[in-house]
């Protein structure tokens, strides 16, 4: 299993970083644990955000989405702080810094421009989300953990409520979540949370 890239590129990484130094077919990692865990909704971002993005180039190939396995982040925890800008009331998934709380996701394999795609869905140019390199533990069966680093994406501070207050998603927003964790088989603990949930009115 080859990691995303080598240094420069992770040595000093910043927040919504260029990714002019990767190459094309460079295999980049991201770790998803929202909705985008949905593997219907991952290929329909992948399909709108090709015509979206490169309209005018219909020639532009963007590889699917390759699972690669449950993978654990270490120092978060999951939350559902960022404003929804469509429906007010509403929120959706971020996860931030906590002491001794883990984060249960999936790691995709992804190239340049399916990342720019994601950028596209996730706001990072308007400030909604940033996309930041972290380290997970990939789990591979009947092996121990692999450490790899991976891109995520986490609710700007300007686009989230308050620190200490609780956001609620949509049932339909948690429901995509929650497919997505159970055919990837994530844990009980894991869908016990999703599952239990408060949900936005309708």
Not at 40 to 69: C, F, Y
Not at 134 to 140: D, E, G, Q, Y
Not at 148 to 169: D, R
Request: hydrophobic share 35%; no cysteine; charged share 20%.
């Amino acid at each position: 299993m080859t990691p995303m890239n080598t240094p420069p590129y992770f040595v000093d990484y910043r927040s919504n970083q260029s990714l002019d130094g990767i190459g094309d077919d460079e295999i980049i990692y991201y770790f998803a644990y929202g909705s985008n865990l949905d593997k219907e909704q991952i290929e329909h971002r992948r399909l709108i955000g090709s015509r979206t993005l490169w309209q005018n180039d219909p020639a532009v190939e963007v590889k699917k989405a390759v699972p690669m396995g449950i993978a654990i982040l270490e120092g978060y925890a999951l939350n559902f702080n960022k404003l929804n800008s469509i429906k007010y009331g509403s929120h959706f998934a971020s996860i931030a810094p906590k002491t001794n709380a883990t984060v249960e996701g999936v790691i995709y394999q992804l190239d340049k421009k399916f990342i720019q795609i994601l950028d596209y869905f996730e706001g990072v140019s308007s400030n909604q989300y940033t996309r930041e390199l972290v380290t997970v533990a990939l789990k591979i069966q009947g092996k121990a953990d692999e450490l790899v680093p991976a891109l995520v994406y986490i609710a700007h501070t300007n686009a989230s409520i308050k620190t200490g207050e609780q956001g609620t998603p949509t049932k339909t927003y948690l429901d995509t979540i929650l497919r997505g964790a159970i055919n990837f088989g994530l844990s009980q603990e894991t869908i016990a949370k999703l599952e239990t949930w408060p949900t936005a009115k309708q």
